[in-house]
Structure formats: C-alpha cells, structure tokens
C-alpha cells in the first residue's frame, strides 16, 4: 500500500468511526490455487466505495468472500463490528450484508413482484413483507407497475433494477453490486448509476465493482485498484481517478470504452 491512504480526506458521508466493514489480508481461491493473495481495504459507513481492475483481477471473488459463497484460507472480514468469516452464506444476509451477483439473477419465469418478495425469503413476518415492499415500489416505481409480468420480459437495465429492489427487502445496511452496469446502454447505465446514488442517499453503504472504472468512480466517494488479487491503491473516489498512474494507464485514451480497461498489464508494480 502506498501512503496515497493517509492523504484520504474526510469524506461528508463518513463517520469518523470505525470503517462499516474491514477486510485484512484475506487469502481465497478456487482450489486451483489462491486467486486473492492477501486482500487489505475497508468499507467506510455511508460511503459508496468502488472496486475497480482488470478481468480477472479478483473482483467478483472478494464479493464472494464477503457473501460467505468463499471461505477465506485466511485473513479477517469485519462487518459491523462482527465477524463474518465461517458464516453461513444465509448468515451472512441476516447481518445486513447483500450481494448482488455480476450475472443476471432474476427468476425469468417468475412476475418482478415473485423476484422482489423473494428478497425477503428468511423475514418471517408478513407485514414487515408488505411494508418493505410497498417502500422500494415508491423508490422503484417499475416493480408496481410491471408487477405481474415475467421478469425475463424486462429490459437488461429494467431487471437490473428489479435486482437492487430486491436486494433492499432485507433492509441491507450494506448493498454489494458486481458490476451494475454491464452490458447497458450509456442512457440506462446512468439511470442504473443515479439509483446507486438514490439508495446511497437514502442511508445504505455501497460496495460496487466495476469495469466502466471513470464513470463509477466519478459516483463514488472512495476508489481501490485491485490487480491479480492484491489492492494496488486506494483512495478517494476523486483521488484514484486522478491518481496519474491510474489515468494513465487505466483511463486513457478511449476512456468511455470498456475494451480500454480490458488491456493486459495495466498496471505497473
Ligand atoms: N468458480 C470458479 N472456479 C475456479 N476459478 C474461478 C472461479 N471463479 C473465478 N475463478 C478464477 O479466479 C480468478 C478471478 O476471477 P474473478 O471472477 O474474481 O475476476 P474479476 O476481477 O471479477 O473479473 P471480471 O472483471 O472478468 O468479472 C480468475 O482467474 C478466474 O478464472
Ligand atoms: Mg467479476
């Protein structure tokens, strides 16, 4: 790590606190070897924090890890003060902690509103059902009004949305996106990205990964490089998009084009 963290200024959304979640030198992989080699960074409270690297840098399998689907061989994960290593994946979601995968993960042949009541599959009491759900229709209007059509008849953005609805009928204090804004059209990535924003606003902290690095990061209050499962840098979200090497080497040139940030050996060590 550089000292590029020490120069982090207070952030309007942070507490002063403890980070909401802390990761420590967690080492996990696939059986075929370690895919993270001792990953280090933390989640402050209120933030939007934004994962950003390469294909295959390891991305997804730090969410995995977070999620409880990837036991760590080693290092700690902190959330809310409470460990999180050994829980169950099931666990895990009871500590307010929701990933939303990188893969498209509705039930297409069930209605938006099956998807959405589905989030809240271990909440016992119904009327804490009802009341969530009659919340995220007000924030998301599109889970009213397409309520009883097959999800799989959505839009690729539209279904995106109806993942994030889903996600907060657990009342998560931590919402996790693997990359929200693949495979959408600039118009509805940014409708995706002010949703982000809109639930960020509306007290959830946010962990995303994503490719379309400038632009999330823009939106985002804190910023980490991951490169082949170790943090490279870490930052404001400000700070890493500026940070020379970053924009050199992760943003130049055709900066809105994805395939910029898909390049091989982006990052020098
Ligand atoms: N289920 C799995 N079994 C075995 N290896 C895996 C599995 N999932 C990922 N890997 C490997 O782990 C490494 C990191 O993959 P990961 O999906 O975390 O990368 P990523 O940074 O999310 O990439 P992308 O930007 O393409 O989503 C890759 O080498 C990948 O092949
Ligand atoms: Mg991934």
Known sequence: MTDYEAA???DPHADASRPLLEVSGVIAGYGGGDVLQGVTFSVPQGSITCIVGPNGAGKSTVLAAL???LRPRAGSIVFGGRSLVGLSARQILGTGLVLVPQNHSLFREMTVRENVEMG????????VVRARLEAIEEQFPIVRERAKEKAGSLSGGQQRLVEFARSLMLDPTLVVLDEPSMGLDPKTLRQVFATVKAMNSAGRTILLVEQNARAAL???THGIVLE??????TGTGREVLEHPEIEELYLGGAVSDRLGLRRDGLMRR
């Open 67 to 69: 999620s409880g689907l």
């Open 218 to 220: 823009k939106l985002s």
């Open 228 to 233: 082949s499962g170790v943090v490279r840098l």
């Open 8 to 10: 982090t200024p207070a």
């Open 120 to 127: 809240a599959f271990t909440v016992r009491d119904s009327a």
